[in-house]
């Protein structure tokens, strides 16, 4: 009696998460906050839909600029280097280790979500860039007085080297 119960619920559980799951959402990265970015991306995620964020390396990061550099450069001070934790150094890695901090990554719908989070430095062959939409509430237009700092900048301050484009002669 209660297999066919919890059955049941599943099956109308179904029909919400087969059309959620088929919602992709492509977020253009640029020129947004990243906390305001990640926490939409998250939301979405959790709500069963795949989230793909393009453009990391041009989100920004709001407020004093050397405090920031010094923030994120005290969290490679934690731990050790065998044992961790590990922070990413790379612009697309800390843009999803930001999204992961939203999720309840514990849980398995939040492991679920998690691996429905891509992020992309720059925009990859397999995405269309006139499908990527911008979150106009996440925007760091909005915020006039602010200072900030872009991603890259500071992936470049924690040691990240971007490697160029290789431009083929032909």
């Known amino acids: ?3 066919m119960e919890a059955a049941i619920k599943e099956q109308k559980g179904k029909g919400k ?3 959620a799951s088929a919602k992709t959402v492509v977020i253009d ?7 305001r970015m990640a926490a939409k991306a998250a939301k979405q995620a959790l709500n ?6 393009i453009n990391c390396e ?10 920031i550099k010094d923030s994120y450069a005290a969290k490679f ?4 280097v065998n044992q961790g934790p590990y922070f990413p150094r790379r612009p697309d890695m800390l843009v999803r280790r930001t999204i992961r901090g939203m999720l309840p990554r514990k849980k398995p719908k939040g ?5 429905r989070i891509q992020c992309f430095v720059g925009i990859p ?3 269309k860039a006139e499908d990527a939409k911008t979150l106009p509430e996440a925007s760091a237009e909005r915020i006039k007085k602010a200072s900030y700092i872009t991603v890259n900048e500071l992936c470049k301050h924690l040691g990240h080297r971007m490697q160029e484009a290789v431009v083929a002669k032909g």
């Open 58 to 67: 041009k989100a920004v990061v709001t407020g004093n600029k050397k405090q």
């Open 125 to 127: 062959s397999g995405v």
């Open 77 to 80: 001070e934690i731990g050790q």
């Open 1 to 3: 009696m209660i297999k």
């Open 111 to 115: 492991r679920a979500a998690y691996e």
């Open 17 to 19: 998460d087969e059309a």
């Open 29 to 35: 990265a640029t020129n947004l906050v990243l906390g």
């Open 48 to 53: 069963g839909g795949t989230v793909t964020v």
